[in-house]
């Protein structure tokens, strides 16, 4: 199957700082990359989808100042959590979309994003 | 009422039995189906994917799909203590362009020596 890769794999933050974190599809081309926020024993939650070249769409109740999101190239979309607060601490998945058409997502491995 | 309703469990098996994970859908405008294993802080991993009513099988998992009662099944032949994970159903409206899926709650399943 498609690899998709994250990094970081965690990272702990101070409030206030900003935190970027990049999803890369490694051996297929990625029109459509999409962003999610898993909480504990939860199921995934859509944050923005992010189509390479065009400005990302973020679901409703999510802040788009808050979470940039960049999708510079046909493998590459990044998630920058702004002024991280210790509620934005959580689990981040990014998946993409083969470019060909295909309807499988394929998800990375998570980022554990922890603000103190 | 959620778009895909899914049984979080939790499911206990014994190793070597026959697992059954379902959930049900409410748009008949779903016309993708995938179901994905999680386990514990790790991404999702896509196990299969389908598209039209009836089974697909695929080594010791079989999906299997039926529109007309918006159900979906997947089946676990054989369990094996790996097999321990979150299984979560995924499913996705025709005609998308975004491809965004609707998730099910997901089951958690333990398989036990």
């Known amino acids: 199957g498609a690899v998709v890769s994250q990094h970081p794999s965690r990272v702990i933050c101070k409030s206030g700082t900003s935190v970027k974190i990049e999803c890369r599809s490694l051996d297929f081309q990625a029109t459509t990359m999409f962003w999610y926020r898993q909480f504990p024993k939860k199921s995934l939650m859509l944050m923005a989808t992010s189509n390479e070249g065009s400005k990302a769409t973020y679901e409703q109740g999510v802040e788009k100042d808050k979470f940039l999101i960049n999708h510079a190239s046909l493998t590459l979309s990044t998630l920058t959590v702004t002024s991280a607060h210790p509620e934005d601490s959580s689990f981040y998945i990014c998946?993409?979309?083969?470019?060909?058409?295909?309807?499988?997502?394929?998800f990375g491995p998570g980022t554990r994003l922890t603000v103190t | 009422q959620k778009e895909v309703e899914q049984d979080p469990g939790p499911l206990s098996v014994p190793e070597g039995a026959i697992v059954s994970l379902n959930c049900t859908y409410s748009n008949s405008a779903f016309q993708y189906f995938m179901w994905y294993r999680q386990y514990s802080r790790k991404g999702p991993e896509l196990l299969m994917y389908t598209y039209s009513s009836g089974n697909k099988e695929d080594g010791r998992f079989t999906a299997q799909v039926d529109k007309s009662s918006k159900y979906i099944s997947l089946f676990i032949r054989d369990s094996q203590p790996s097999d321990s994970a979150t299984y979560l159903c995924a499913i996705l409206a025709g005609g998308t362009s975004y491809g965004k899926l609707t998730f099910g709650q997901g089951t958690i399943l333990t398989v036990h020596p």
């Open positions: 998946s993409a979309r083969s470019g060909t058409g295909g309807n499988e997502q394929y």
